[in-house]
């Protein structure tokens, strides 16, 4: 008796399994097609214009550095300096800022570290030609993608941003506005610790204009994208690969979530479906 149960138990985990299995293959399938949020109404959807506007984003950042490391290999400069150590770091001497080297400060302003004594920590004690050529490459690139970035914020970011700046009541008090610029402080371009400063003077229309441009670029996708709208429908032809991936993306992302709810349903189904044509069990 007790075998019989226990291959009854193990019979009905093989069918759980295999039933879920299946329900959820199913529904991913049926997902993938069923949930399309790549429109709102007749214009793209929020989920797509952010999937665009963050592939578009990687894309230029690493192009911009990419593009950096090529001028600095490419230049005349850079090429004639050879292995000479210190005409590598004339070179980083000229260009100190496109290195991210500056002279360090503290808070009231006063210098700490002079420039020259930044760089030479950079270039290093002794440095080989070769060593310091790949630092200046890579740190020549990074930097430019980290400029490049400073264009881009994150898509939740902006769009939560350009919400909320919606619904700022035009008499809102002081302390709504502070708490607005506060919790955005990064995306406005305030300060942390000066809040107070970028905030006094300004009316709360002057703050929403200031999140208006701030979140624009997500506007600007959501204008290309209806380039690929026609009568309620999405025309990937001649689409750019960031809008395909967009698409792509937006469409799996759907189709995951529509999934996990009805393709665990499909499961069940097929679960009782095979409950229903099992041999009975011989006590």
Do not use: C
């Not at 429109?39 to 506007?53: C, H, M, N, T, W």
């Not at 192009?63 to 001028?71: F, P």
């Not at 698409?247 to 679960?271: C, H, M, N, P, R």
């Amino acid at each position: 008796m007790v075998d019989a149960v226990n291959n009854n138990n193990n019979r009905n985990a093989v069918y759980t399994a295999a039933g879920a299995g299946v329900g959820l293959a199913a529904g991913a399938g049926y997902g993938a097609w069923l949930s399309k949020p790549l429109l709102k109404g007749d214009a793209p959807s929020d989920a797509f214009v952010k999937r665009y506007y963050d592939n578009d984003a990687k894309d230029t950042i690493a192009k911009a550095g990419e593009d950096a490391k090529k001028t600095l290999t490419e230049s005349p400069t850079y090429k004639a300096a050879g292995d000479d150590v210190t005409k590598l770091t004339d070179i980083i001497k000229g260009n100190a800022e496109k290195y991210g080297l500056k002279a360090e400060v503290d808070a009231d302003g006063k210098v700490t570290k002079e420039l020259d004594k930044v760089i030479e920590e950079f270039v290093g004690k002794d440095a080989k030609a070769d060593e310091l050529k790949a630092k200046m490459e890579k740190t020549f690139a990074e930097v430019a993608e980290e400029n490049a970035t400073k264009g881009f914020k994150d898509s939740k970011k902006l769009s939560a941003l350009a919400k909320e700046a919606e619904a700022l009541a035009a008499d809102a008090n002081a302390e709504t506005v502070k708490s607005f610029v506060t919790k955005h402080a990064e995306v406005l371009g305030a300060e942390a610790d000066k809040i107070d400063d970028f905030v006094n003077g300004k009316t709360v229309d002057q703050i929403k204009e200031l999140a208006k441009t701030a979140s624009k670029p997500l506007t600007e996708k959501a204008d290309e994208l209806k380039g690929f709208i026609k009568d309620g429908k999405i025309n990937l032809e001649g689409a750019t690969e960031a809008v395909k991936k967009a698409a792509k993306d937006t469409k799996l992302w759907a189709g995951a979530k529509w999934a996990a709810g009805v393709g665990a349903a499909l499961g069940i189904a097929s679960y009782i479906g095979a409950k229903m044509t099992e041999g009975k069990e011989e006590a």
